[in-house]
């Protein structure tokens, strides 16, 4: 029998794990990343229990779980530190069947390339769909400076700016500009403990959340014109949005070295695309459905696509049908998250005395009422279930990735 063989275009989150659960399935698969390492864009990733068990799927969870670090209370606050609601590890754990995790993103690239083949990903190559195999018995055609690569599947997750997406869609317009941007660091712990928080203030927003290997993942968010950097530094520019909010917000950036401050502005794919399949290719991540962080979803449906994706994919399957049950399967509910957080990032946007006023208030009444009410909001997001609990934990050391 011959192997099928997929090519991976990307090397994030979705499309590393993509790459495992197929090559978990029985495929061959190349991974091309045009950047020269594997080294992730990004400080930290949130794993909600949605995420836990699609990566159970792929022998993973329980190694992800293994870095839960949220214990006790936690919730949201207002600049000056007032509680406007509250929420319990415990409490969400057992609405959603486990913990959220909080951990490194590069501790997460670590552990999903370890399951891969060495020879599997190329860093360093440039990717260029010229054939998405639609017709007939064709396979897709992937350019390289290499050379062209055949495949039996095309997994696009090249990002927000995805040109396996361009390919197959070039009318769709694509992200739009959310309207603000975002700041992610990683810190030494304060000395002085603090509990898991997010604080709104006035178009703006910051999160403090400990690991378990002992640091602080932090983020911020405001509103801001596309494009727009600081004059001077970000460290800097952080201390003039947020210096003077509750504690651990300016202990957490005066430990941070300005080079360590990430920004980047958000965009997300309001108009959704038609499919998210065309012939033997297909999209997965923010390629397929960029939303903005504010449900902390992004990578986490990145995640759900790669087993979705592989649970169709047998490799004996017909690839085309295949990719357009994946396409039926995901695009639902991918396309009301992206809703969800865009009207999250809306009412985090509002900036008028009274609207924040009003925000803060219903937020304090939702508390007052349970803690299952804040929950609420991830109802149907938090309690997915994958299509299948795991494949065979057998990963064919004799066999090779394709050329």
Do not use: C
Not at 232 to 259: N, S, T
């Amino acid at each position: 029998m011959t192997t099928s063989h997929a090519v991976v275009i990307g090397s994030g989150i979705g499309g590393l794990t993509a790459a495992v659960a197929l090559y978990r399935r029985g495929w061959e698969v190349t991974v091309l990343e045009r950047s020269p390492s594997l080294e992730p864009i990004g400080a930290g990733i949130s794993l909600a229990p949605n995420s836990q068990r699609a990566l159970d799927v792929i022998g993973l969870g329980d190694a992800v779980r293994d870095l839960a670090a949220w214990q006790g209370d936690g919730g949201m606050r207002t600049p000056s530190g007032r509680w406007l609601a509250r929420t319990d590890s415990a409490d969400a754990a057992a609405r959603f069947g486990g913990p959220l995790v909080l951990l490194p993103r590069s501790a997460l690239v670590e552990l999903l390339r370890a399951g891969l083949p060495g020879e599997a990903v190329r860093t360093g190559t440039s990717a260029l769909l010229v054939d998405a195999g639609h017709a007939g018995g064709r396979r897709a055609v992937v350019r390289t400076p290499s050379g062209d690569i055949e495949a039996d599947l095309v997994v696009g997750a090249d990002g927000i700016r995805s040109g396996v997406r361009a390919a197959l869609f070039p009318r769709h317009p694509g992200p739009s500009y959310s309207g603000f941007t975002t700041w992610r660091v990683l810190a030494p712990a304060p000395e002085r403990p603090f509990p898991s928080h997010e604080t709104w203030g006035r178009g703006s927003l910051w999160g403090s959340h400990p690991m378990k290997d002992g640091r602080i993942y932090a983020y911020a968010a405001a509103t801001a014109p596309a494009g727009a950097r600081a004059a001077d530094d970000e460290k800097a520019e952080l201390l003039r949005r947020f210096g003077d909010w509750h504690h651990p917000v300016p202990e957490i950036i005066e430990a941070v070295e300005p080079g360590q401050v990430l920004r980047h502005d958000v965009h997300q794919m309001t108009v959704p695309l038609p499919a998210f399949h065309g012939g033997r290719t297909v999209l997965v991540g923010d390629a397929a459905h960029a939303m903005a962080p504010t449900l902390g979803q992004g990578g986490n449906q990145a995640i759900e696509d790669a087993v979705v994706l592989a649970h169709h994919m047998a490799p004996e399957a017909d690839q085309r049908a295949a990719a357009a049950a994946y396409s039926a399967d995901r695009q639902p509910r991918t396309t009301a998250i992206v809703r969800k957080a865009a009207r999250v990032s809306r009412m985090m946007q509002l900036s008028s005395r009274p609207a924040v006023t009003l925000r803060a208030g219903l937020m304090s009444a939702a508390s007052r009422l349970g803690p299952g009410l804040v929950l609420r909001a991830f109802d149907g997001i938090a309690d997915w279930e994958p299509p299948r609990r795991t494949y065979a934990a057998g990963t064919r050391e004799g066999q090779r990735t394709r050329p």
